[in-house]
Protein backbone atom coordinates (compact mmCIF):
# COMPACT_ATOMS: atom_id res chain seq x y z
CA UNK A 1 0.00 0.00 0.00
CA UNK A 2 1.12 3.62 -0.42
CA UNK A 3 2.10 5.19 2.43
CA UNK A 4 4.27 7.52 4.28
CA UNK A 5 6.39 6.72 7.07
CA UNK A 6 7.91 8.90 9.59
CA UNK A 7 9.42 6.44 12.05
CA UNK A 8 10.42 8.64 14.96
CA UNK A 9 7.46 9.57 17.04
CA UNK A 10 8.96 12.01 19.32
CA UNK A 11 12.99 13.42 19.06
CA UNK A 12 14.93 15.40 21.43
CA UNK A 13 18.42 17.44 21.24
CA UNK A 14 19.90 19.65 22.83
CA UNK A 15 20.07 23.09 21.44
CA UNK A 16 23.06 23.72 18.71
CA UNK A 17 23.10 20.31 17.95
CA UNK A 18 22.45 18.15 14.95
CA UNK A 19 19.22 17.01 13.70
CA UNK A 20 18.11 14.51 11.19
CA UNK A 21 13.99 13.62 10.97
CA UNK A 22 13.66 10.59 8.95
CA UNK A 23 10.86 10.02 6.40
CA UNK A 24 10.22 7.14 3.97
CA UNK A 25 7.56 6.31 1.70
CA UNK A 26 6.24 3.33 -0.59
CA UNK A 27 5.12 4.62 -4.07
CA UNK A 28 5.71 3.53 -7.69
CA UNK A 29 7.33 6.26 -9.17
CA UNK A 30 9.27 8.96 -7.49
CA UNK A 31 6.05 11.36 -6.19
CA UNK A 32 6.90 15.48 -5.75
CA UNK A 33 8.16 15.37 -1.53
CA UNK A 34 7.90 17.83 1.40
CA UNK A 35 8.46 18.88 4.52
CA UNK A 36 5.78 21.11 6.82
CA UNK A 37 6.77 22.19 10.05
CA UNK A 38 3.90 23.15 12.54
CA UNK A 39 3.75 25.66 15.50
CA UNK A 40 1.83 24.85 18.28
CA UNK A 41 -1.24 26.12 17.76
CA UNK A 42 -0.50 26.82 14.25
CA UNK A 43 -1.14 25.35 10.56
CA UNK A 44 1.38 23.63 8.36
CA UNK A 45 3.84 25.54 6.61
CA UNK A 46 6.16 24.56 3.93
CA UNK A 47 9.97 24.30 4.63
CA UNK A 48 11.02 22.60 1.21
CA UNK A 49 10.22 20.64 -1.65
CA UNK A 50 12.01 17.98 -3.63
CA UNK A 51 10.53 17.76 -7.64
CA UNK A 52 13.53 16.60 -9.55
CA UNK A 53 17.17 17.33 -10.12
CA UNK A 54 19.72 17.86 -7.62
CA UNK A 55 18.78 15.44 -4.60
CA UNK A 56 19.69 18.00 -2.11
CA UNK A 57 17.32 20.52 -1.44
CA UNK A 58 17.65 23.62 0.81
CA UNK A 59 14.59 25.44 2.60
CA UNK A 60 13.88 27.90 5.03
CA UNK A 61 14.91 28.48 8.78
CA UNK A 62 18.23 26.72 7.44
CA UNK A 63 16.97 23.33 6.87
CA UNK A 64 18.08 20.71 4.24
CA UNK A 65 16.64 17.40 3.09
CA UNK A 66 17.86 14.72 0.59
CA UNK A 67 16.45 12.47 -1.44
CA UNK A 68 17.53 9.06 -1.85
CA UNK A 69 15.73 6.45 -4.04
CA UNK A 70 17.28 3.35 -3.64
CA UNK A 71 16.15 3.96 0.03
CA UNK A 72 12.71 5.87 -1.03
CA UNK A 73 13.92 8.06 2.06
CA UNK A 74 13.58 12.02 2.32
CA UNK A 75 14.79 12.84 5.71
CA UNK A 76 15.75 15.95 6.79
CA UNK A 77 18.12 17.63 8.16
CA UNK A 78 19.39 20.86 10.28
CA UNK A 79 23.18 21.07 11.20
CA UNK A 80 22.75 23.65 14.40
CA UNK A 81 19.24 23.46 16.39
CA UNK A 82 17.70 26.36 17.74
CA UNK A 83 15.10 26.34 20.52
CA UNK A 84 12.60 27.91 18.40
CA UNK A 85 12.79 24.94 16.13
CA UNK A 86 10.51 23.15 18.98
CA UNK A 87 7.90 22.36 16.60
CA UNK A 88 5.89 19.00 14.86
CA UNK A 89 7.21 18.31 11.42
CA UNK A 90 5.69 16.24 8.69
CA UNK A 91 7.06 14.75 5.82
CA UNK A 92 4.07 14.50 2.94
CA UNK A 93 4.10 13.24 -0.38
CA UNK A 94 1.99 14.60 -3.64
CA UNK A 95 1.16 11.59 -5.91
CA UNK A 96 -0.32 12.75 -9.12
CA UNK A 97 -2.51 15.51 -6.63
CA UNK A 98 -3.51 13.39 -4.10
CA UNK A 99 -1.56 14.29 -0.51
CA UNK A 100 -0.30 12.17 2.17
CA UNK A 101 1.31 13.34 5.23
CA UNK A 102 3.16 10.79 7.36
CA UNK A 103 1.85 11.55 11.08
CA UNK A 104 4.65 13.29 12.44
CA UNK A 105 7.77 13.60 14.49
CA UNK A 106 7.65 16.08 17.62
CA UNK A 107 10.97 17.63 18.01
CA UNK A 108 11.81 18.84 21.71
CA UNK A 109 14.54 21.27 21.65
CA UNK A 110 16.66 21.19 25.59
CA UNK A 111 18.57 24.29 26.66
CA UNK B 1 -2.31 32.67 7.84
CA UNK B 2 -2.63 33.31 3.99
CA UNK B 3 -6.31 35.23 4.68
CA UNK B 4 -7.61 32.60 6.07
CA UNK B 5 -9.86 32.11 8.95
CA UNK B 6 -11.95 28.72 10.70
CA UNK B 7 -14.04 29.63 13.47
CA UNK B 8 -14.81 28.50 16.31
CA UNK B 9 -11.09 27.71 16.74
CA UNK B 10 -12.37 25.25 19.83
CA UNK B 11 -15.55 23.68 20.40
CA UNK B 12 -17.00 21.06 22.85
CA UNK B 13 -19.83 19.01 21.70
CA UNK B 14 -22.23 16.16 22.87
CA UNK B 15 -22.58 13.16 20.84
CA UNK B 16 -25.34 13.25 18.42
CA UNK B 17 -25.06 16.65 17.53
CA UNK B 18 -24.95 18.21 14.37
CA UNK B 19 -21.63 20.68 14.22
CA UNK B 20 -20.71 22.68 11.37
CA UNK B 21 -16.79 24.50 11.00
CA UNK B 22 -16.40 27.35 9.06
CA UNK B 23 -13.46 27.60 6.95
CA UNK B 24 -13.30 31.84 5.29
CA UNK B 25 -10.55 32.70 2.67
CA UNK B 26 -9.83 36.08 1.67
CA UNK B 27 -7.36 34.96 -1.60
CA UNK B 28 -10.16 34.29 -3.83
CA UNK B 29 -8.25 30.69 -4.45
CA UNK B 30 -10.16 28.51 -6.23
CA UNK B 31 -9.10 24.89 -4.77
CA UNK B 32 -10.40 24.64 -0.80
CA UNK B 33 -9.62 21.45 1.88
CA UNK B 34 -10.75 19.94 4.92
CA UNK B 35 -8.03 17.61 7.08
CA UNK B 36 -8.07 16.16 10.15
CA UNK B 37 -5.20 15.64 12.43
CA UNK B 38 -5.21 12.92 14.75
CA UNK B 39 -1.82 11.50 16.59
CA UNK B 40 -0.21 8.62 14.69
CA UNK B 41 -2.14 9.42 11.42
CA UNK B 42 -0.76 13.28 10.34
CA UNK B 43 -3.35 15.12 8.06
CA UNK B 44 -5.99 12.68 6.36
CA UNK B 45 -7.92 14.50 3.60
CA UNK B 46 -12.01 14.64 4.38
CA UNK B 47 -13.41 16.59 1.55
CA UNK B 48 -12.50 18.75 -0.32
CA UNK B 49 -14.07 21.22 -3.29
CA UNK B 50 -12.42 22.98 -6.70
CA UNK B 51 -15.20 25.17 -7.31
CA UNK B 52 -18.43 26.83 -5.61
CA UNK B 53 -20.84 23.93 -5.49
CA UNK B 54 -18.44 21.77 -6.70
CA UNK B 55 -17.20 19.16 -3.82
CA UNK B 56 -15.84 15.35 -4.02
CA UNK B 57 -14.66 13.10 -1.09
CA UNK B 58 -11.07 12.58 0.76
CA UNK B 59 -9.72 9.42 2.20
CA UNK B 60 -12.08 10.01 5.54
CA UNK B 61 -15.58 11.47 4.22
CA UNK B 62 -17.82 8.99 6.51
CA UNK B 63 -19.77 11.12 8.50
CA UNK B 64 -19.08 14.29 7.19
CA UNK B 65 -20.44 16.65 4.81
CA UNK B 66 -19.33 19.77 3.00
CA UNK B 67 -20.79 22.65 1.58
CA UNK B 68 -19.21 25.52 -0.61
CA UNK B 69 -22.33 28.37 -2.13
CA UNK B 70 -19.69 31.03 -1.94
CA UNK B 71 -16.18 31.73 -3.17
CA UNK B 72 -15.05 32.40 0.01
CA UNK B 73 -16.44 30.27 2.35
CA UNK B 74 -15.97 26.42 2.46
CA UNK B 75 -18.49 24.43 5.49
CA UNK B 76 -17.59 21.09 7.35
CA UNK B 77 -20.96 19.58 8.61
CA UNK B 78 -20.95 16.86 11.01
CA UNK B 79 -24.74 15.77 11.02
CA UNK B 80 -24.40 13.84 14.14
CA UNK B 81 -21.00 13.87 16.27
CA UNK B 82 -19.25 10.77 17.42
CA UNK B 83 -15.78 10.86 19.70
CA UNK B 84 -14.31 9.67 16.97
CA UNK B 85 -14.69 12.48 15.38
CA UNK B 86 -12.96 14.49 18.27
CA UNK B 87 -9.64 15.84 16.31
CA UNK B 88 -8.03 19.25 14.80
CA UNK B 89 -9.78 19.71 11.67
CA UNK B 90 -7.70 22.11 9.10
CA UNK B 91 -8.75 24.17 6.32
CA UNK B 92 -6.37 24.50 3.26
CA UNK B 93 -6.56 26.81 -0.09
CA UNK B 94 -4.89 26.54 -2.86
CA UNK B 95 -4.93 28.22 -6.48
CA UNK B 96 -3.14 25.36 -8.22
CA UNK B 97 -4.12 21.68 -8.10
CA UNK B 98 -0.95 21.13 -9.89
CA UNK B 99 1.98 20.66 -7.78
CA UNK B 100 -0.28 20.70 -4.83
CA UNK B 101 2.00 19.79 -1.84
CA UNK B 102 4.31 23.55 -2.83
CA UNK B 103 0.84 25.51 -3.17
CA UNK B 104 -1.25 24.47 -0.06
CA UNK B 105 -2.05 27.26 2.98
CA UNK B 106 -3.44 25.82 5.74
CA UNK B 107 -5.43 27.97 8.27
CA UNK B 108 -4.38 27.63 12.17
CA UNK B 109 -7.04 25.10 13.08
CA UNK B 110 -9.96 24.05 14.50
CA UNK B 111 -9.94 21.84 17.88
CA UNK B 112 -13.47 19.55 17.92
CA UNK B 113 -13.88 17.90 21.51
CA UNK B 114 -16.89 15.56 21.20
CA UNK B 115 -17.96 14.56 24.51
Known amino acids: AQSVTQPDIHITVSEGASLELRCNYSYGATPYLFWYVQSPGQGLQLLLK??????LVQGIKGFEAEFKRSQSSFNLRKPSVHWSDAAEYFCAVDNNNDMRFGAGTRLTVKP | DAGITQSPRHKVTETGTPVTLRCHQTENHRYMYWYRQDPGHGLRLIHY???????DKGEVSDGYSVSRSKTEDFLLTLESATSSQTSVYFC??????????????FGSGTQLSVL
Open chain 1, 50 to 55: YFSGDT
Open chain 2, 49 to 55: SYGVKDT
Open chain 2, 92 to 105: AISDDKGNLGEKLF
